[in-house]
């Protein structure tokens, strides 16, 4: 029912897809979270994330079960990446399936909310002229 992953490593895309799939679930929504090569018009080279592992893999399936408990939906998928990551690779990648399209959605948009909201997952933006750690939500 959840497939929880901390990498450092490429996000498999697909992988996360395939184990949501479900003969009883009537959609799917996935949120692919990438690295963009701008914040606030300023230029981003790259980032680096790092996590205290234990309790970002504990807290991500806290959120998977909460999302399960509220929406009724039937698989959910939560990957992260840390490490260095460039322009354009996916940070994270969230995938959900339910009976209905609705769960799907509205899963995806609270695990994906509230992972950044509380899971331990830091982010430091790297830009020309120096390096900023930020928090890991908007």
């Not at 996000?11 to 963009?36: K, P």
């Not at 701008?38 to 592992?53: C, H, I, N, Q, S």
């Not at 399960?68 to 969230?94: N, P, S, W």
């Not at 002229?129 to 928090?135: C, I, K, L, S």
Request: hydrophobic share 45%; charged share 25%.
């Amino acid at each position: 029912m959840i497939d929880i992953q901390l990498n450092e490593t490429a996000l498999q895309t697909q992988a996360c897809i395939e184990f949501v799939q479900s003969d009883d679930a009537g959609g799917i929504d996935v949120f692919i979270g990438t690295v963009r090569n701008a914040t606030k018009g300023k230029p981003v080279l790259r980032l680096e994330f790092e996590a205290y592992e234990t309790m970002a893999i504990a807290e991500m399936r806290k959120i998977a079960e909460q999302a399960i408990d509220k929406f009724g939906v039937k698989r959910i998928a939560l990957h992260h990446r840390t490490g260095l990551l460039e322009i354009g690779e996916a940070a994270v990648v969230i995938a959900v399936s339910a009976p209905h399209r609705a769960a799907a959605f509205d899963a995806c948009r609270y695990c994906i909310d509230t992972l950044k909201e509380t899971v331990p997952i830091w982010k430091k933006e790297v830009f020309e002229d120096g390096e900023v750690w930020v928090a890991a939500h908007p």
